[in-house]
């Protein structure tokens, strides 16, 4: 009978993480954040009706790369080529600062250590989940007010997905240094060697894809065999690269998003993800928070994060936008534009717990800086445009 609790497992994650989730939506939070706290509700810390499991953990992965894979198929390359240079220096700045200041927050914290050292390798992961960026909020800001297709709107999009292909590769470097077999020398070879594979096949296998897209246009047999390719790399990438499966996931994702048929393959996945893969994911970073070892200095620890990682975002991306020529307030709309987080923050946060470099207490402050910038970054942006439409006014 056991066996079968799995059933009622999942049963119980769908209901909650549905209802939760419109509720946040009603709120005008993201709907990750509703699940993110069914599954605190229901998990061990709270209620107490789910425990985690190993079958929900695999459940949870499968999730992981759905939403990697998606957010790989939704990438746009064309327009990341049109903003092309500065796009690329607003994103390296937008991860380098917050990086740096994560690491130094933790230091601060919890005693300055020497590289190599487990301490370090923590400071530094607290550093590598502040680069992530998620412009789903800015973006549905920007379309509302109508300045998405403008030149920061273009520069926002364009630097936020450059981000997170940056964010992926760090992510990738530190677990890499992280695993005692490996060395710093060979992490950078593997690493290269993967986005070179990934560069020859994925080539090839984009105009097999193109040609079956031509012969058979939207059918199902593309989907099929686009996810089989998004396992395949995953697989590939940490078997034999020893690199995030998430990252190969996503370059899986790169590679057919040129696709005519990629936002079908794309709606596809929404599908698997949205009804089953996906709330298992948020609801397990909910049932692994734990909320009883919860302190006084880990609260303190978890508003000087979500300060930090607005803060340091504002800074990279919004001076690095005026060296590259934008104007004072222009350079303030792309770093608040920048400083959202959301769904890659959840999932570099869920691989450093999978590989222990993050305790699950730490979660409180990931999703605490989630929460916070979704509400913050459509209110300053309204108020910026507001205000440059006051001053053309009244000039």
């Known amino acids: 009978m056991e066996s079968y609790r799995i059933f009622l497992d999942l049963a119980i994650i769908m209901i909650f993480s549905k209802f939760f989730g419109l509720l ?3 709120l005008k939070a993201p709907q990750v954040v509703g699940e993110i706290i069914a599954g605190l509700l229901i998990g061990p810390s709270v209620l107490g009706l789910v425990e985690q499991t190993d079958f929900l953990s695999q459940m949870a992965e499968i999730g992981v790369i759905l939403l990697m894979f998606s957010a790989g198929l939704e990438t746009n390359l064309k327009d990341l080529m049109k903003t092309g240079f500065k796009a690329f220096l607003i994103a390296c700045a937008g991860v380098f600062i917050p990086l740096l200041g994560g690491t130094l927050l933790y230091m601060a914290f919890y005693g300055f250590t020497p590289f190599g ?7 530094l992961f607290i550093g590598v989940i502040m680069t992530a960026t998620s412009v789903s909020i800015t973006v549905q800001s920007l379309r509302e007010m109508g300045k998405l ?7 926002i999009l364009s630097a936020a997905i450059i981000d997170d292909v940056i964010g992926i590769i760090v992510l990738t470097f530190v677990i890499g240094f992280k695993n005692p077999d490996s060395n710093s020398g060979k992490v950078i ?3 290269i060697l993967f986005f070179a594979m990934a560069l020859i096949v994925g080539y090839i296998l984009y105009k097999l894809f193109k040609l079956v897209d031509f012969r058979y246009p939207h059918t199902r047999r593309i989907p099929i065999l686009g996810l089989a390719i ?8 940490e078997v034999y690269f020893g690199i995030a499966d998430i990252t190969g996931a996503y370059v899986a994702g790169i590679i057919l998003c040129s696709l005519k048929d990629s936002e079908y393959i794309a709606g596809e996945m929404d599908t698997n993800s949205y009804m089953l893969f996906g709330p298992v994911f948020f609801a397990s970073i909910g049932l692994k928070t734990t909320i009883d070892n919860v302190t006084g200095e880990i609260i303190l620890f978890s508003i000087g994060f979500v300060i930090v990682a607005l ?3 504002i800074i990279g991306c919004g001076l690095m936008s005026k060296a590259c020529g934008f104007k004072n307030r222009d350079s303030l709309k792309i770093g608040v534009g920048m400083m959202t987080r959301g769904e890659v923050a959840l999932i570099v946060s869920q691989k450093g717990l999978s590989v222990g470099m993050l305790s699950p207490v730490y979660f409180t402050a990931v999703i605490l800086l989630i929460i916070v910038s979704s509400i913050a970054t459509p209110v300053i942006l309204k108020f910026l445009y507001d205000k440059d439409s006051y001053d053309s006014l009244t000039s």
């Open 230 to 237: 998004c396992f395949i790399f995953a697989y590939v990438a």
């Open 24 to 26: 946040a939506r009603k």
């Open 117 to 123: 050292s487990e301490q370090f390798y923590s400071a």
């Open 189 to 191: 070879i593997d690493t």
């Open 149 to 155: 297709k403008g030149e920061v709107g273009t520069t």
């Open 311 to 313: 803060i340091c975002k």
